[in-house]
């Protein structure tokens, strides 16, 4: 999932459960486009790989990620703006609210996806008609 902050999915997409993140993620940079302006990409360390941060790039994003511990040559990132990366996390607590969503009872990919949709939609309701 690409979110734009806690409130906002941007795009999102299903994978298997034995892919990797990291290739997803690219698939899902590469069907958003380009950035229309200087965008801060924050992503965790699933995603810090050569070939996602030069996507990135490429793209007219840029990653924020901070490198794994074992990097020869480990780069700097931006840890202030890092820590705003929390705000995907809540949105994914925010959906999972929904029993039938951390569960995956749906044996159907399109039922699962409708659901997750509609728990966005449910969410969103209820933030809009909040006193």
Same mark, same amino acid.
Request: glycine letters at 4%; aromatic letters at 12%; proline letters at 5%.
């Given at each position: &999932?690409?979110?734009?902050?806690?409130?906002?999915? /941007?795009?999102?997409?299903?994978?298997?459960?034995?892919?990797?993140? +990291?290739?997803?993620?690219?698939?899902?940079?590469?069907?958003?486009?380009?950035? +229309?302006?200087? !965008? $801060?990409?924050? &992503?965790?360390? +699933?995603?810090?790989?050569?070939? !996602?941060?030069?996507?990135?790039?490429?793209?007219? $994003?840029?990653?924020?990620?901070?490198?794994?511990?074992?990097?020869?040559?480990?780069?700097?990132?931006?840890?202030?703006?890092?820590? &705003?990366?929390?705000?995907?996390?809540?949105?994914?607590?925010?959906?999972?609210?929904?029993?039938?969503?951390? !569960?995956?009872?749906?044996?159907?990919? /399109?039922? $699962? &996806? +409708?659901? /997750?949709?509609?728990? $966005? !939609? /449910?969410?969103?309701?209820?933030?809009?008609?909040?006193?």
């Amino acid at each position: &999932m690409v979110a734009a902050s806690d409130r906002n999915a /941007v795009i999102c997409s299903l994978s298997s459960g034995e892919a990797g993140d +990291a290739p997803q993620g690219r698939i899902l940079l590469q069907s958003y486009g380009k950035a +229309a302006k200087e !965008t $801060f990409l924050l &992503m965790d360390r +699933a995603y810090e790989g050569d070939e !996602t941060r030069a996507l990135a790039v490429s793209l007219g $994003f840029t990653p924020v990620v901070p490198p794994k511990s074992n990097r020869k040559e480990p780069w700097s990132y931006d840890k202030e703006l890092y820590k &705003m990366r929390n705000q995907v996390e809540r949105l994914f607590r925010r959906i999972k609210r929904f029993r039938r969503v951390f !569960t995956r009872y749906d044996k159907l990919d /399109v039922m $699962f &996806m +409708a659901f /997750v949709l509609l728990a $966005f !939609t /449910v969410d969103a309701l209820i933030y809009v008609n909040r006193p």
